[in-house]
């Protein structure tokens, strides 16, 4: 028996140095991420912020910060002050949570470790804290630069942020904003009725409050002063200052009242049209009579009474003055500003965009602007001298001359040709004569129209942007430095970029040269169309895999009788959309 006992005893005692393995499976952590690490700046105190990781991170800060004076080779004590030409490092320690490890081996990390600090995102070196907790805890620390004598900030300023509207879609991107010279902007957002918990994304309703936060950086060579001696602004109103990690937040508060009136339906006016001889006429009459909308007599653009005319198009184009006379073989376009009257506001849906459509002379006319703002406009076909009867014995007129030759598509608008490689019976002849008569697209010559040539994503985005009455952009900033402001896309591309029609090919870059994509064509389409949802979620086409950002559009496109695809199992939708294939989609989508 004590021999048994023994045996039991000697079994206990060797588990008992055993490493405990757990039943339940192990996961490993390889990468570690840890914020709120304020930088070191010179003559600034260490006041020991406290370093954390995300709440659901299956590991956690172990005990506090340490910074090391690595030029006096010592520990940095509390509210001691950094100092220029001096090297830092910072130290935490991170431990595991239940049921994780990091992976390791006996002597390295097989992992990445992170520190968000400054607005920046820097690599941590990994290091071992104890040798029998290597799967418990490690050490990370990065050393940063010897410190130089930075430039104090004490004024920030943000601009281009689009204000909450009743029914407007909240928009927050910290790259469409506009900041001062020595600040970047590195995160935005909305919050409803000041949750923090919960950053708001949705359309703006009647009596709520809305606070814009932006979270700044300070760019090289700067620091931010005490937030009690910060000043900053937000479209010119005075903001909140807020310290965040080595970072600034700027906050400024809306309130919404009650919802305004919509004046909905045509804005419609009558005007004397152009006539050879005579003047140009500055008294435009609402066909309207429910008082809802009025002349901006004091728009500083019109000419007078909100009403401007035109004469020419394009680079040709100036404005008439009352003592101007209307020529024949000239175009002419009129453009009548209009404002709400108090207690209501031009109908938009939930991106801002207009749904009050406009009428001059009993035509449709172009309408453009926001809901406190808006104008028409209407472009006369060019006048034409009245020919006059000639004798029946006179002399056999002489050939006419040949009509001079008109520049290439820019593309800008061209009367409509027949167009010597655009036959009747192809599938695309009614969709580019009606875009040419629409003042969509011209030709690329006077007798050309190369239907079967790449479109370019300028091209397709400015297509888009007439085929809806080419309305004004939204207020933002154009974040590409590839779309320069005299192009003749670029309101297009802003239009499209501020109402979510399409982004970049990079948070700096658009690409308007480059050809676009059939999936791309009809995913622009789709998004101008509000993203419906198609009947089915069923797809024939064996290249539209159910995850491509394209496959919900196409569904819709098919469905709608837009496009049917390049075969009967294919969409091809990498392969360049030509402009014969836009022009048919924009027009089977307008008259569908």
């Known amino acids: 028996m004590k021999r048994f006992l023994s045996i039991i005893l000697s079994i206990v005692t060797v588990l008992s140095i055993l490493p405990i393995t757990s039943m339940a499976k192990t996961e490993y952590i390889r990468e570690v ?90 690599e941590a070196k990994l290091s071992k804290a104890f040798e029998y907790q290597r799967w418990a805890m490690v050490v990370m620390s990065y050393t940063f630069p010897a410190l130089k004598e930075l430039e104090k900030i004490e004024y920030v300023a943000i601009s281009d942020v689009i204000e909450p509207k009743i029914g407007r879609q909240s928009i927050a991107r910290e790259q469409y904003l506009k900041y001062s010279e020595n600040i970047e902007g590195i995160n935005a957002y909305w919050l409803e009725n000041y949750d923090w918990d ?32 910060m000043v900053a602004s937000i479209n010119g109103r005075v903001a909140e200052v807020r310290a965040g990690s080595g970072t600034l937040l700027v906050l400024y508060e809306y309130k919404t009242g009650k919802a305004l009136e919509k004046v909905m ?52 184009e100036r404005k008439m003055t009352e003592n101007d006379t209307f020529k024949a073989n000239e175009n002419y376009y009129v453009a009548i500003r209009v404002r709400p009257v108090q207690g209501y506001e031009f109908d938009t849906d939930e991106n801002g965009d207009l749904l009050v459509r406009g009428a ?35 002399e056999k ?64 985005v400015t297509f888009l942007h007439r085929m809806i009455g080419s309305p004004e952009p939204a207020a933002i900033g154009m974040p590409f430095t590839d779309v320069n402001e005299d192009a003749y896309y670029y309101k297009s591309v802003k239009w499209a970029l501020g109402s979510n029609i399409t982004g970049g090919t990079s948070a700096t870059t658009f690409s308007p040269d480059t050809a676009c994509t059939r999936g791309q064509v009809v995913t622009f389409l ?67």
């Open 33 to 122: 991420s840890i914020y709120n690490i304020a930088p070191p700046v010179a003559g600034k105190l260490w006041q020991g912020s406290q370093p954390a990781a995300t709440s659901d991170a299956p590991y956690s800060v172990y005990g506090t910060v340490e910074w090391i004076d690595e030029t006096e080779e010592r520990i940095l004590k509390n509210n001691e002050q950094f100092k220029i030409g001096h090297v830092y490092t910072v130290q935490i320690r991170v431990e595991v949570k239940d049921g994780y490890e990091f992976d390791s081996t006996a002597t390295e990390y097989n992992m990445k470790g992170y520190f968000y600090s400054g607005g920046k995102c820097i």
């Open 397 to 460: 007129p002489s050939e006419p001359e040949k009509e001079p030759e008109k520049p290439t598509e820019n593309p800008q608008e061209e009367p409509k040709l027949a167009f010597t490689d655009v036959p009747k019976d192809q599938y695309y002849y009614d969709a580019v004569m009606w875009a040419v008569d629409e003042g969509i697209t011209g030709g690329t010559s006077t007798t050309t129209f190369s239907p079967d040539a790449p479109c370019t994503r300028g091209q397709v």
């Open 198 to 229: 919960n950053h708001f994304s949705g359309v703006f309703k009647e009596s709520k409050r809305y606070t814009f936060v932006v979270e700044l950086a300070p760019k090289d060579g700067y620091f931010f002063a005490d937030t009690t001696k």
């Open 265 to 316: 339906g045509i804005v419609t006016f009558d005007i004397d049209a152009p006539a050879i001889g005579a003047h140009p006429s500055f008294e435009p009459k609402d066909n309207r009579e429910d008082g809802l909308y009025y002349l901006d007599k004091q728009h500083e653009g019109s000419t007078k009474n909100g009403v401007i005319w035109y004469e020419g198009v394009g680079n040709n």
């Open 360 to 394: 001059i002379n009993g035509n449709t006319a172009i309408a453009a602007g926001n809901e406190e703002a808006m104008f028409v406009g209407y472009a006369f076909t060019p006048l034409k001298e009245a020919e006059t009867e000639k004798p029946k014995d006179a």
């Open 526 to 592: 789709w998004r101008t169309a509000g993203q419906p949802e198609a009947k089915s979620d069923k797809c024939d086409f064996t290249d539209v895999g159910s995850d491509s950002y394209y496959y919900k559009a196409v569904l819709w496109a098919v469905e709608q009788g837009i496009t049917g695809g390049t075969s009967a199992d294919t969409f091809s939708p990498d392969s360049p959309c030509t402009r014969g294939q836009v022009v048919t989609f924009l027009y089977r989508f307008i008259n569908k």
